[in-house]
C-alpha cells in the first residue's frame, strides 16, 4: 500500500489550497480514509475524515473550511481547504485503513498506511 500526497505549499491567510493523496497497492473495498496534520511542538491531530460509505467527519477546527473527498476512479483523496490562516500550517498527512468503523472516527492507531506528508504553510 502506498499513498503518496501532493499540493502543499506557502500561502497567504485567507488563500486555499487543495491537498492530493494518490493511493495504490490494494484493490476497492469498504475502507476508511483520513486527513492529520502536525503542527510543530503539537501531537498528530485528525482534521477529516471519509468512508467508503461517502459520509464525511471534520474536527471543528476545519469545519465550514475544509472538505474532503475521493475520486474513486482516480484511487485519490482530496482535501480543499479554504480561508485558511496561520494556524493551519502543518504538516498534512493522508491516512487510510483497509477496513470500516462508524464514522470513521480519527484515531490514529486505527490508520495503518500513511503518505509521507506535505506542508502547508500560512504567513502573510
Known amino acids: 500500500v502506498r499513498l503518496v500526497e501532493s499540493g502543499g505549499g506557502s500561502v497567504q491567510p485567507g488563500d486555499s489550497l487543495r491537498l492530493s493523496c494518490a493511493g495504490s497497492?490494494?484493490?476497492?473495498?469498504?475502507?476508511?480514509y483520513a486527513w492529520f496534520r502536525q503542527a510543530p511542538g503539537k501531537e498528530r491531530e485528525g482534521i477529516a475524515s471519509?468512508?467508503?460509505?461517502?459520509?464525511?467527519t471534520y474536527a471543528d477546527s476545519v469545519k465550514g473550511r475544509f472538505t474532503i473527498s475521493r475520486d474513486n476512479a482516480k484511487n485519490t483523496l482530496y482535501l480543499q481547504m479554504n480561508i485558511l490562516n496561520a494556524e493551519d500550517t502543518a504538516t498534512y498527512y493522508c491516512?487510510?485503513?483497509?477496513?470500516?468503523?462508524?464514522?470513521?472516527?480519527?484515531?490514529?492507531?486505527?490508520?495503518?498506511?500513511w503518505g509521507q506528508g506535505t506542508q502547508v504553510t500560512v504567513s502573510s
Open positions: 497497492g490494494y484493490s476497492a473495498g469498504y475502507y476508511c
Open positions: 491516512a487510510a485503513a483497509l477496513s470500516w468503523w462508524p464514522q470513521c472516527a480519527m484515531s490514529i492507531e486505527r490508520y495503518k498506511y
Open positions: 471519509f468512508g467508503s460509505d461517502g459520509e464525511a
